[in-house]
């Protein structure tokens, strides 16, 4: 993809950003069956429900830029999912295990909220309010979920510890 202008530049941001989503969606459902903490189970189920939502919002953005969001593939996010499966086929403890994928899930939840601030950025600068908006509803969702997924470790990793 040819790349001269903002725009174009935001086009290839949001088709990164979609191809992660899609990714992760992907490796949601894993992480959740392989939570021993209900609460983190909760958390990665209610996620992959937001993720659903942050991939219809990308869909309609390119309904506005008329294209598609398909035909790239996030490199960033695919090396990220690779660690966290990683996690799951290495023995450890449960509760070791459990904050090895909160630690993953953070990583992946830092790396959307960079992309989603960057492509947010553009838009505003190219009047593109309500893909700006859009975008910015994204990114408040993915720093919730990243408190919260703090929020769980705080009660997890006292236990990974005690597992030792």
Sequence with gaps: MSVESLEKLLVH???DLYSAEKQILQALPR????ATSSELKKAFQTHE????EHVRRIEKIFDSLEGSPAGKKCKGMEGLIEEGKEILQEEMPEPVRDA???GAAQKVEHYEMAAYGTAREMAERLGMKEAARLLQQTLDEEGETDKLLTQIAQRVNPQAEAAD
């Design 49 to 52: 429900k937001q993720t659903q």
């Design 31 to 34: 992480m959740a069956n392989a």
């Design 100 to 102: 090895a994928m909160i």
């Design 13 to 15: 941001e949001l088709k």
